[in-house]
């Protein structure tokens, strides 16, 4: 107000303000509705959560608002009271993303008394979606409400329950708490009662006092919650407003003003007491309040009484109620009755109708609201307190009709409905079982109601199981059941109070604190950790010693005293007195009754037990820990633990449930995949504490069911699966190694349990010594060594079987089976109790049978090399040798996996293995597999005894060994270290298998793990794991169901950050490590055998196979040092293994060695050095020459250096420098000739390794490429092998390019090469005699005859030892030869190199060869015949290079041999680019005509190239030999081309004066050779003169007419075109042209009189032949080309008769000579005139 205002009216002001004051005093406590607005929460919710901001400012006005009401039609505004909570639809609002928001409301209403019913708000709001004029009625009022909405927090801080309790205690007080709203929901939750809870909810909705008399107009209603009738009796239980006390004795309503039928807003919330008696009510007491003071009117008048009892027949009564109101106080005793019983003399309001609406809401963990449950918890309480006769409703039972009630009320508890048993599972649960464990008394009889209470129990738990889907856990376990058991249940009998045995004093209460509410374990319970009774207890940290000390920690960890069992109000007592109860102790154990009851039950009731089998299991594991705990059974012998009736009806059990998963497999598949992980859980389970023989008998039992079954299924799979499924189960037992009895001998003990306790057989763990018993038995599945290891046995046959490739139907379950072996030796390898190594190897030896498994298996295996190399795996033994070979190794185990019996059945039966088909198909295994299998093979070779490795070794037979060989073969392939660039290209892949496996692996091989890896592991998710450590120790994961456990492809992370690539990439080169020097190992523990044995010489080959195929590999250093080591010691060992058995390998290893001396490692260098140094002493030691090492070394450095593409010249160097050093200081050798030779062969390396250094500079120039190659070859002339090894080398790149006929050539020069040695060596006549018999093929061989001094005699050791020289390689030689040939069209040569095979095969008599030879001959004569003038061999070119920048090249003159039909311009853009891009385009330059270049005149800065078509040149007494289109094509050495010039120097002139150079090259091999390029060696020029230019033009032109017209069939188009040339008028420097320049007149010099003569010759036949093609032509012609002909005709005629003059004209000097002589003779003056006509 201004303060203008203020001082004017200040009498006012004050007078007002003690108005306002009286006014405050007076009626302060009373309030009245003033004015609503309305939220539409969905857009808040929408618009705060889609724009991206931190906190927003929403502000909604009017108009807003209209526009997004009108948005949905389903939006509601709660009422208050409305418990049918209308929520908005299903609109799935996502919070996830909600921003904090600031919500700022201007637009209120005020709220008019008439008009307050939820009815009327709700048509304003629907008013408000449609703008009306109903709004416009409302009165606005002008204020402003700002709230703050922000998303929960995960934990809130000083939080309060819907009690008021503080969740935790506050550290400070001053905070402001945050509270917990109750929620009702809409839907019905499923959550068992887990805190105490009773709050009681009440909603005054409506009056009516329209009909009352009297002035009752400001009504108000006061509400009390009472214990008795008097006032004082209100109880301060009514939860306060947040300003006030926080409870309060009383709660008044809204005064709606001046209306005599109110509408009322209020929530009342009441504390409920735990005890309820008939007295307890609510009490409403009807206000009418005057505003104004006048005299005598009190402040509050009552004007009316109401009352609701809460307890009608002991139950708490709710609902909606419409009450009539007294006008009196109530009387006396009114409490226990219901105002609707018309009292005598009360007055009531419009004659005790009901006028006041008022609905009441319990929300309670003490009274269930359900009619079916009361009665049954109020049996149970009756017979607990022995109060009889019961109220239940109206009902009254008598003790003798109370059996039968219960009976009943049991059977009821089905009908009731599913929230309230859900809510009150666990003590319905508990009441159950307690009337199964302790029967009634009733009237003096025992009532067993053992059945009823089962029956109930399965129906219950069924119900639960259907009904609440969402609720199961990965196993489809009911999570609320999971957890009674896990947390809730425990055996009635072991009272809570009473003091118990065992660790951490039991007894004492254990407050039912634990299991409230905490902010850690939400009411869920944490379920992913319940399991039963575990063998591996996630609690549990350190390693139990024995399995019973396991049974009490895990009681220790779980029994909770359920003293919260009692929360019903039926179960007030403390405990459970007998006295009081009139039972008789007739206890019962639980597990022995449900035992009895599963067995006996029926029909529809053991159909649900089976169900849910996992859950009645789980309780019985636990009933009985909990007897044997509570009884201090543990340390009792483990059969005299339980009774022998029990036994039996655990047998009965588990043999009628077996016989229920075989016999409806196929029908409830996913009900019997349950009942079959159940049951192998719980026999898992019973080997923790009953008798362990027994428990192996209940799986033999199983066996033997599923055995019977399998031999009638035509397709065993399924079956056999879920068989694995049960034995992986049970092998994740924690003490499945000691189950196995790692120790004891393989004789069969007295029973299969030896040790009385456990306790004992783990700390006798280890300790025995092996007796040197027959090793195969425990290297076989023999009957000892399966009934010794019981488990490891049936593992192990599984796998025999499934990996059988006789086993039909059994390919998919390949990877599972070898996941189940695997996954337990990952398990055994991380499990800290088996670290040591003695240990270990104990528990290897369970798995020895599993080498002689997977050697059976190494033709299925997949095969790793052949991504590795070409050559593929060197499988020593064929198929078939596989088939003979399998001796009893798994005829036997597939036998006794059939019968699943411990007596081996000789025979194979016929069940499912159908017999095997002759040739059979190996079906392979995917690499995962495969991969996962060699792990295992490694992790046994790795942890088992070497001595007793040894020992079997020697047992085997070389076959078997070699097999074995195969294997590591195959594994050094298989675990090759792949590179990080592998990992990330994977990882680019959009879905990626997880490396899952490849962690296991790197446990399963490398041992411990270090924390950092670790801590990587974790991070990945792959942990879900108990702090104990071990990654399998604890096998949490492996529990139920296979797509839990760990080979589940995890697909969800699908891009990898570097670190983890790294990690990766770190991971496999360590498992590539470690999996090499396993293999290593047993390499030498086989070359051990062999020297022990001193036979099996055989198999050392083998080995050195493996180690030089891991030396080929991608190695680590620390690897390849002990593989250099082992090298050296079996070369220096069995040094004539190499230099005389295994040649080959010798090379190889010359390879290998020389690699890793070019390696860029150290370590790696010095270790390679010294291996090759060592490798040439020996070699010097056993015949004072090393000239086999010598070659090999020679011959691999050139084909590393040939093939290899990252090679590093220098490091090798470095390499051969040591290797001198060594020989150098050597002083044993130092007087013989070993230094030198060893200097000799240095030094012929470098040469080598210069040579290929050119090679590698010009990767890029194919001939020059082919010149330094076969310079090299060149170089190596005296070593044949060497040579060999270069023409092969460039017999390839020719092949490469397609040149065919020069890759044919370098075969025939590598034949020749053989030929020439091997007659040398054998002296056979149908051999060719050396190079001269090649002759015909190419006459450059002879360069192959070993004739010169330095030859090596091949009988010298080392020489010619190569595989090619011997008749084979020759053979093999020759036909890749014919091929090349045949590819290059050159038929002819294929009939040559044939002619030299056919003798051979002849002399074999090899028929068959013979038949393919003809076969291919006839081939390539067909197609000469066909495809005669339309083959084109080669074109060629004259390349001179000239300029310093060509250094070797430089005046270097060559013949190119191009492709047919390449263009001059062709070439010349090639080779300009390529050099041009070598030394700049500015630099080389094309000179672009043919003649003599001079060197002075060029630009010593350029590059000059001249290039010249030439062709083929014969002399004339070499045509008569050649005639064929291929005769003039091959074996060319002389090339000519013609360069035509004037004297004066310019390049064409005038016909006169128009001179020609022939230019004649000799080249210094014949084409083709087998290079495409070759040295001009020799040239020589002639040079026409004009007339001789004439005469070969005219010759040339008469050949083209004569060939025009005698072509067959005739060509007219062709012949018109060359008469056109020749007869035509305007043809320039034509015919007519050159006659009139050269015979006109007869030239002075007579040295050209023959010239002229010849020409004039020239012209006449020229003449003849023009007459003869127009003849040609005529005949050819259709009656349109007439004309034509005419025209053609006359030209000739014109022709003919300018030509007729100069023809004739004779060069009288040539005839003076002959005319004397003849003129006296007639006869000759005839002749000669004859002669001169012409």
Request: charged residues 20%.
């Given at each position: 107000m201004p303060p203008s205002f203020v001082l004017q009216n200040k009498e006012k002001l004050e007078k007002l303000k003690s108005q306002a004051d009286q006014f405050c005093q007076r009626l302060g406590k009373y309030r009245m509705p003033f004015a609503w607005t309305a939220i539409h929460l969905m857009n808040i919710v929408s618009s705060a959560g889609s724009l991206e901001r931190d906190s927003t400012e929403v502000e909604i006005s009017t108009g807003e608002r209209k526009g997004s009401w009108s948005e949905r039609r389903n939006s509601s505004l709660v009422g208050r009271r409305s418990l049918e909570r209308t929520t908005s639809g299903d609109d799935s609002c996502n919070l996830t993303s909600f921003r904090p928001a600031t919500l700022t409301v201007t637009n209120f209403f005020k709220q008019e008394g008439d008009r307050l019913s939820d009815e009327d708000l709700y048509k304003f709001l629907a008013d408000m979606r449609r703008?009306?004029?109903?709004?416009?009625?409302?009165?606005?009022?002008?204020?402003?409400?700002?709230?703050?909405?922000?998303?929960?927090?995960?934990?809130?801080?000083?939080?309060?329950?819907?009690?008021?309790?503080?969740?935790?205690?506050?550290?400070?007080?001053?905070?402001?708490?945050?509270?917990?709203?109750?929620?009702?929901?809409?839907?019905?939750?499923?959550?068992?009662?887990?805190?105490?809870?009773?709050?009681?909810?009440?909603?005054?909705?409506?009056?009516?006092?329209?009909?009352?008399?009297?002035?009752?107009?400001?009504?108000?209603?006061?509400?009390?919650?009472?214990?008795?009738?008097?006032?004082?009796?209100?109880?301060?239980?009514?939860?306060?407003?947040?300003?006030?006390?926080?409870?309060?004795?009383?709660?008044?309503?809204?005064?709606?003003?001046?209306?005599?039928?109110?509408?009322?807003?209020?929530?009342?919330?009441?504390?409920?007491?735990?005890?309820?008696?008939?007295?307890?009510?609510?009490?409403?007491?009807?206000?009418?309040?005057?505003?104004?003071?006048?005299?005598?009117?009190?402040?509050?008048?009552?004007?009316?009484?109401?009352?609701?009892?809460?307890?009608?027949?002991?139950?708490?009564?709710?609902?909606?109620?419409?009450?009539?109101?007294?006008?009196?106080?109530?009387?006396?005793?009114?409490?226990?009755?219901?105002?609707?019983?018309?009292?005598?003399?009360?007055?009531?309001?419009?004659?005790?109708?009901?006028?006041?609406?008022?609905?009441?809401?319990?929300?309670?963990?003490?009274?269930?609201?359900?009619?079916?449950?009361?009665?049954?918890?109020?049996?149970?309480?009756?017979?607990?307190?022995?109060?009889?006769?019961?109220?239940?409703?109206?009902?009254?039972?008598?003790?003798?009709?109370?059996?039968?009630?219960?009976?009943?009320s049991i059977a009821a508890l089905n009908s009731s409905q599913l929230e309230p048993v859900v809510r009150f599972l666990y003590l319905l649960l508990d009441k159950l079982i307690l009337l199964v464990v302790r029967p009634p008394v009733i009237a003096g009889q025992i009532v067993n109601l053992g059945q009823a209470s089962f029956e109930a129990m399965a129906s219950i738990i069924n119900r639960l199981h259907k009904n609440l889907e969402g609720n199961h856990d990965q196993h489809g376990r009911n999570s609320l059941l999971a957890s009674y058991i896990y947390y809730?249940?425990?055996?009635?009998?072991?009272?809570?109070?009473?003091?118990?045995?065992?660790?951490?004093?039991?007894?004492?209460?254990?407050?039912?604190?634990?299991?409230?509410?905490?902010?850690?374990?939400?009411?869920?319970?944490?379920?992913?950790?319940?399991?039963?009774?575990?063998?591996?207890?996630?609690?549990?940290?350190?390693?139990?010693?024995?399995?019973?000390?396991?049974?009490?920690?895990?009681?220790?960890?779980?029994?909770?005293?359920?003293?919260?069992?009692?929360?019903?109000?039926?179960?007030?007592?403390?405990?459970?007195?007998?006295?009081?109860?009139?039972?008789?102790?007739?206890?019962?154990?639980?597990?022995?009754?449900?035992?009895?009851?599963?067995?006996?039950?029926?029909?529809?009731?053991?159909?649900?037990?089976?169900?849910?089998?996992?859950?009645?299991?789980?309780?019985?594991?636990?009933?009985?820990?909990?007897?044997?705990?509570?009884?201090?059974?543990?340390?009792?012998?483990?059969?005299?633990?339980?009774?022998?009736?029990?036994?039996?009806?655990?047998?009965?059990?588990?043999?009628?449930?077996?016989?229920?998963?075989?016999?409806?497999?196929?029908?409830?598949?996913?009900?019997?995949?349950?009942?079959?992980?159940?049951?192998?859980?719980?026999?898992?389970?019973?080997?923790?504490?009953?008798?362990?023989?027994?428990?192996?008998?209940?799986?033999?039992?199983?066996?033997?069911?599923?055995?019977?079954?399998?031999?009638?299924?035509?397709?065993?799979?399924?079956?056999?699966?879920?068989?694995?499924?049960?034995?992986?189960?049970?092998?994740?037992?924690?003490?499945?190694?000691?189950?196995?009895?790692?120790?004891?001998?393989?004789?069969?003990?007295?029973?299969?349990?030896?040790?009385?306790?456990?306790?004992?057989?783990?700390?006798?763990?280890?300790?025995?010594?092996?007796?040197?018993?027959?090793?195969?038995?425990?290297?076989?599945?023999?009957?000892?060594?399966?009934?010794?290891?019981?488990?490891?046995?049936?593992?192990?046959?599984?796998?025999?079987?499934?990996?059988?490739?006789?086993?039909?139907?059994?390919?998919?379950?390949?990877?599972?089976?070898?996941?189940?072996?695997?996954?337990?030796?990952?398990?055994?390898?991380?499990?800290?109790?088996?670290?040591?190594?003695?240990?270990?190897?104990?528990?290897?030896?369970?798995?020895?049978?599993?080498?002689?498994?997977?050697?059976?298996?190494?033709?299925?295996?997949?095969?790793?090399?052949?991504?590795?190399?070409?050559?593929?795996?060197?499988?020593?033994?064929?198929?078939?040798?596989?088939?003979?070979?399998?001796?009893?190794?798994?005829?036997?185990?597939?036998?006794?996996?059939?019968?699943?019996?411990?007596?081996?059945?000789?025979?194979?039966?016929?069940?499912?293995?159908?017999?095997?088909?002759?040739?059979?198909?190996?079906?392979?295994?995917?690499?995962?597999?495969?991969?996962?299998?060699?792990?295992?093979?490694?992790?046994?070779?790795?942890?088992?005894?070497?001595?007793?490795?040894?020992?079997?070794?020697?047992?085997?037979?070389?076959?078997?060994?070699?097999?074995?060989?195969?294997?590591?073969?195959?594994?050094?392939?298989?675990?090759?270290?792949?590179?990080?660039?592998?990992?990330?290209?994977?990882?680019?892949?959009?879905?990626?298998?997880?490396?899952?496996?490849?962690?296991?692996l790197e446990e399963a091989i490398l041992g411990s793990i270090g924390a950092r890896q670790e801590m990587v592991r974790r991070s990945r998710g792959q942990l879900e794991r108990s702090p104990s450590g071990s990654a399998f120790g604890s096998q949490e994961n492996l529990r139920w169901r296979k797509d839990m456990t760990h080979w589940r492809q995890n697909t969800e992370k699908l891009d990898k950050s570097r670190a983890e690539i790294e990690h990766e990439a770190l991971i496999d080169g360590n498992l590539a490590t470690e999996a090499n020097l396993i293999i290593l190992d047993t390499l030498e523990i086989v070359v051990q055998t062999v020297s022990v044995t001193e036979s099996k010489e055989s198999i050392l080959g083998g080995v050195l196979k493996v180690l030089l195929h891991s030396m080929a590999c991608n190695q680590s250093a620390v690897y390849l040092q002990h593989c250099f080591a082992t090298q050296r010691a079996l070369v220096s060992k069995f040094p004539e293994l190499l230099f005389e058995e295994e040649t080959e390998q010798c090379a190889d290893l010359c390879l290998r060695l020389l690699r890793h001396c070019s390696s860029s490692i150290g370590t790696i260098r010095s270790h390679a050095s010294a291996s090759l140094y060592l490798l040439m002493r020996q070699n010097f030691e056993i015949g004072n020459n090393f000239a086999r090492v010598k070659m090999q070394v020679t011959m691999s450095l050139s084909s590393l250096v040939g093939t290899s593409q990252n090679f590093n010249e220098e490091f090798l160097r470095r390499s051969l420098k040591t290797i001198l050093t060594y020989a150098e200081e050597d002083l044993e050798l130092r007087e013989t000739t070993f230094p030198d030779q060893v200097q000799d062969l240095v030094f012929n390396l470098h040469m080598i390794l210069s040579d290929t250094v050119k090679m590698k500079e010009h990767q890029e120039d194919p001939e020059m490429l082919i010149d330094l190659m076969y310079r090299i070859a060149k170089g190596y002339q005296t070593s044949p092998d060497l040579r060999l090894t270069w023409l092969q080398n460039m017999a390839g790149k020719h092949s490469e390019r397609s040149n065919h006929a020069e890759a044919a050539q370098c075969l025939v020069h590598s034949a020749a090469l053989v030929a020439e040695y091997l007659s040398m060596l054998e002296d056979r006549k149908y051999l060719p005699v050396g190079c001269v018999t090649f002759q015909n093929i190419s006459s450059n061989v002879l360069e192959e005859s070993a004739v010169s001094d330095d030859v090596v005699s091949p009988d010298e050791e080392g020489i010619c030892s190569g595989k090619y020289f011997t008749e084979s390689g020759l053979v093999g030689l020759l036909e890749q030869a014919a091929a090349s040939f045949s590819m290059a069209g050159m038929y002819e040569a294929v009939n040559e190199v044939y002619k030299i095979l056919i003798p051979i095969h002849e002399a074999n008599r090899d028929a068959k060869k013979l038949s393919t030879i003809h076969g291919k001959l006839q081939e390539a004569f067909s197609k000469i015949v066909h495809q005669d003038g339309k083959r084109m061999f080669g074109t060629y070119f004259r390349v001179g290079f000239y300029g310093t920048k060509f250094g070797d090249l430089d005046e270097q003159e060559f013949v190119y041999k191009e492709p047919a039909i390449t263009k001059l311009a062709e070439i010349?853009?090639?080779?300009?680019?390529?050099?041009?891009?070598?030394?700049?385009?500015?630099?080389?330059?094309?000179?672009?005509?043919?003649?003599?270049?001079?060197?002075?005149?060029?630009?010593?800065?350029?590059?000059?190239?001249?290039?010249?078509?030439?062709?083929?040149?014969?002399?004339?007494?070499?045509?008569?030999?050649?005639?064929?289109?291929?005769d003039k094509n091959y074996n060319l050495r002389r090339f000519m081309y013609c360069t035509p010039f004037t004297l004066d120097g310019r390049a064409h002139g005038e016909l006169h004066e128009q001179f020609k150079r022939k230019t004649i090259l000799t080249t210094s091999h014949a084409f083709p050779y087998i290079k495409t390029r070759v040295n001009v060696t020799h040239k020589e020029e002639i040079i026409l003169t004009p007339i001789e230019v004439a005469i070969e033009d005219m010759q040339k032109k008469t050949q083209e007419l004569a060939f025009a017209t005698h072509q067959d069939p005739a060509d007219p188009k062709m012949l018109q075109m060359v008469l056109q040339g020749s007869v035509g008028t305007t043809v320039n420097q034509g015919p007519l042209e050159v006659a009139q320049v050269f015979l006109s007149e007869i030239p002075s010099d007579p040295k050209l009189f023959r010239h002229h003569n010849k020409l004039r010759l020239c012209f006449k036949d020229f003449t003849k032949r023009c007459e003869d093609a127009l003849r040609k032509n005529k005949s050819l012609i259709g009656p349109d080309q007439k004309e034509y002909q005419r025209e053609l005709e006359r030209n000739y005629h014109r022709l003919k008769e300018a030509l007729q003059p100069l023809i004739n004209r004779k060069i009288p000097q040539l005839y003076k000579a002959v005319l004397p002589v003849t003129c006296h003779r007639d006869s000759f003056s005839r002749m000669s005139l004859r002669k001169m006509d012409l």
């Open positions: 703008p009306s004029s109903v709004l416009r009625r409302l009165r606005p009022i002008t204020a402003q409400l700002k709230i703050d909405i922000s998303p929960a927090p995960e934990n809130p801080h000083y939080c309060l329950t819907p009690e008021l309790l503080q969740v935790k205690l506050y550290p400070d007080s001053r905070v402001r708490p945050t509270r917990e709203i109750l929620e009702f929901p809409a839907r019905d939750v499923y959550v068992p009662n887990t805190t105490y809870r009773n709050l009681l909810y009440i909603y005054p909705q409506s009056l009516n006092f329209a009909n009352r008399q009297g002035s009752a107009r400001n009504i108000t209603v006061k509400v009390q919650f009472m214990y008795g009738e008097d006032p004082s009796n209100a109880m301060p239980v009514i939860f306060g407003k947040s300003s006030c006390s926080e409870f309060s004795k009383e709660a008044y309503t809204a005064v709606v003003y001046h209306n005599r039928s109110p509408d009322f807003h209020e929530e009342i919330k009441v504390k409920l007491p735990a005890t309820l008696t008939d007295h307890h009510h609510l009490l409403f007491t009807f206000y009418h309040v005057s505003c104004q003071q006048k005299q005598n009117t009190p402040l509050e008048t009552p004007v009316g009484y109401t009352w609701i009892p809460m307890l009608q027949n002991g139950r708490l009564k709710t609902g909606q109620f419409c009450l009539p109101v007294s006008l009196e106080k109530p009387p006396q005793a009114y409490s226990v009755l219901s105002p609707e019983v018309p009292l005598p003399g009360m007055k009531w309001v419009d004659n005790h109708k009901g006028v006041f609406n008022v609905e009441v809401v319990a929300v309670s963990s003490i009274h269930t609201q359900d009619p079916y449950l009361d009665k049954f918890f109020a049996l149970v309480n009756a017979l607990d307190e022995h109060m009889f006769p019961v109220r239940i409703g109206d009902m009254r039972i008598m003790e003798n009709n109370l059996e039968n009630e219960l009976k009943s809730v249940f425990r055996l009635p009998n072991t009272y809570p109070n009473s003091p118990s045995p065992g660790p951490g004093g039991l007894g004492g209460s254990v407050h039912y604190a634990t299991m409230a509410r905490s902010a850690v374990r939400p009411a869920s319970l944490n379920l992913n950790r319940s399991r039963s009774l575990s063998n591996s207890n996630p609690d549990i940290s350190g390693t139990p010693t024995s399995p019973d000390d396991e049974v009490r920690s895990i009681i220790g960890s779980k029994a909770m005293d359920r003293s919260c069992n009692r929360m019903s109000s039926h179960t007030e007592t403390s405990s459970f007195l007998q006295t009081l109860t009139g039972r008789l102790p007739t206890k019962k154990l639980f597990h022995e009754e449900l035992a009895l009851q599963w067995v006996v039950c029926s029909g529809s009731v053991r159909e649900s037990a089976l169900q849910q089998a996992w859950f009645f299991f789980e309780l019985m594991v636990k009933s009985m820990v909990h007897h044997l705990y509570f009884n201090d059974k543990l340390d009792a012998p483990r059969k005299s633990r339980f009774p022998e009736r029990f036994m039996d009806d655990i047998a009965a059990l588990v043999s009628t449930i077996a016989s229920d998963i075989v016999s409806r497999f196929q029908k409830d598949t996913e009900m019997v995949e349950r009942l079959n992980t159940s049951l192998a859980f719980f026999l898992n389970d019973l080997l923790s504490v009953m008798d362990r023989g027994f428990v192996f008998s209940l799986i033999k039992t199983c066996y033997k069911q599923v055995s019977s079954k399998l031999y009638s299924l035509p397709t065993p799979s399924v079956l056999v699966s879920l068989r694995l499924d049960f034995l992986r189960i049970i092998c994740s037992h924690e003490h499945y190694v000691t189950l196995n009895l790692p120790c004891s001998l393989l004789t069969p003990p007295a029973s299969p349990s030896p040790s009385v306790s456990s306790a004992t057989s783990q700390s006798s763990g280890f300790s025995t010594t092996v007796q040197d018993q027959k090793i195969a038995n425990m290297f076989e599945l023999s009957v000892p060594f399966r009934q010794q290891h019981y488990l490891a046995g049936l593992v192990l046959t599984e796998l025999a079987v499934i990996l059988d490739p006789d086993a039909e139907g059994l390919f998919g379950l390949h990877k599972k089976v070898i996941n189940m072996v695997h996954n337990l030796l990952s398990s055994h390898d991380s499990d800290p109790r088996y670290s040591d190594p003695q240990i270990k190897a104990r528990v290897a030896m369970l798995y020895l049978p599993l080498i002689g498994i997977i050697m059976e298996t190494v033709p299925q295996l997949y095969d790793f090399t052949e991504t590795h190399n070409q050559r593929g795996r060197p499988i020593c033994i064929a198929t078939d040798d596989y088939e003979s070979e399998s001796g009893s190794m798994i005829s036997q185990t597939v036998a006794m996996a059939i019968a699943g019996t411990s007596v081996p059945q000789l025979t194979r039966p016929g069940s499912f293995l159908l017999t095997s088909t002759s040739g059979r198909q190996h079906t392979t295994f995917s690499a995962e597999s495969s991969r996962s299998l060699l792990i295992c093979l490694l992790w046994v070779l790795k942890n088992a005894d070497e001595t007793v490795l040894q020992k079997w070794f020697t047992d085997l037979s070389v076959l078997q060994l070699n097999r074995l060989l195969d294997l590591l073969y195959l594994c050094v392939s298989c675990f090759e270290y792949k590179g990080k660039k592998v990992f990330e290209r994977m990882n680019s892949l959009t879905f990626k298998k997880s490396k899952d496996m490849r962690a296991k010349s853009h090639r080779l300009e680019g390529f050099y041009g891009e070598r030394f700049g385009e500015d630099v080389v330059e094309v000179i672009k005509d043919s003649n003599p270049v001079d060197k002075c005149k060029l630009d010593p800065n350029k590059a000059y190239i001249q290039i010249t078509y030439v062709e083929p040149y014969f002399d004339t007494y070499e045509m008569k030999d050649r005639i064929t289109y291929f």
